[in-house]
Nanobody
Framework: VQLQASGGGLVQPGGSLMLSCAASGFTLDYYAIGWFRQAPGKEREGVSCISSIDGSVYYADSVKGRFTISIDNSKNIVYLQMNNLGPEDTGIWYC???????????????????WGQGTLVTVSS
């Protein structure tokens, strides 16, 4: 049973990356799934989530209009398309699941209880 984040790498400012969060050993069908960023020397912060129950999505203000979260239930993968990346997006990116999302929804207050290993994103020229 695991979550595996992938898709990180080195990209120039203004560039794009797509992160993937693949679940194995369990289904994402009834969970909320979130993406988190941990910049060097800073605390981890939630930037986006999606509910596989009601399809609701959430974006932090810092990524609104730049990032898009989606889920492919047939592949058991959540994606985060990241456009117009800036140096502030540099860090280790994690995905996690909330197995008991309140009201089946996604928002800034979900409680995540299962985490995957991160993937490193570096935005630099």
């Amino acid at each position: 049973v695991q979550l595996q984040a992938s898709g990180g790498g080195l990209v120039q400012p203004g560039g794009s990356l797509m992160l993937s969060c693949a679940a194995s050993g369990f289904t994402l069908d009834y969970y909320a799934i979130g993406w988190f960023r941990q910049a060097p020397g800073k605390e981890r912060e939630g930037v986006s989530c999606i509910s596989s129950i009601d399809g609701s999505v959430y974006y932090a203000d810092s990524v609104k209009g730049r990032f898009t979260i989606s889920i492919d239930n047939s592949k058991n993968i959540v994606y985060l398309q990241m456009n117009n990346l800036g140096p502030e997006d540099t860090g280790i990116w994690y995905c996690a699941t909330d197995r008991y999302p309140f009201g089946g929804q996604c928002g800034p207050d979900n409680k995540y209880d299962f985490w995957g290993q991160g993937t490193l994103v570096t935005v630099s020229s």
